[in-house]
């Protein structure tokens, strides 16, 4: 398991939550509208815009579809933790593939975090 702090993990669902209220008022829709589209509540999307309320990846994807960007650019670019080098190299790799969907981003991102192994002492 990668050992992060809860002030990070925090911070990433924060800075997801930004990117799509960011992405919403580009596109000069409500949270209503976009929530409605999404199927969840106005309150959940204005819960995560906010960072209160940390996204699951497949209500991400159908956010991001709604919005009509990629997921991928609803996530941070950079990730404070100590897989940070791991991370850069993944996403640098996402930046050479243009044509990745969301469904390969996820499943890229899963094997990518699930190859890396905990400090020790930190088990």
Same mark, same amino acid.
């Given at each position: 398991m990668i050992d992060q702090s809860d002030s990070a993990i925090d911070g990433f669902y924060a800075d997801i939550g930004r990117r799509i209220r960011d992405a919403r008022i580009r596109m000069? =829709? %409500? /949270? &209503? /509208? #976009? &929530?409605?589209?999404? =199927?969840? %509540?106005r309150s959940s999307l204005a819960n995560i815009e906010a960072g209160r309320q940390r996204i699951p990846i497949h209500i991400l994807v159908s $956010?991001? !579809? $709604?919005?009509?960007? @990629?997921?991928? !650019?609803l996530f941070p670019t950079r990730i404070a933790n100590d897989n940070q080098a791991g991370l850069d190299a993944f996403f640098m790799q996402l930046d050479e593939e243009p !044509? #990745? %969907?969301?469904? @390969?981003?996820i499943q890229g991102a899963i094997a990518q975090l699930g190859s890396q192994t905990p400090k020790e002492g930190n088990g």
């Open positions: 000069g =829709s %409500t /949270q &209503a /509208q #976009i &929530a409605a589209r999404a =199927s969840m %509540t $956010v991001a !579809e $709604v919005l009509g960007v @990629d997921v991928v !650019e !044509e #990745i %969907t969301s469904r @390969d981003f």
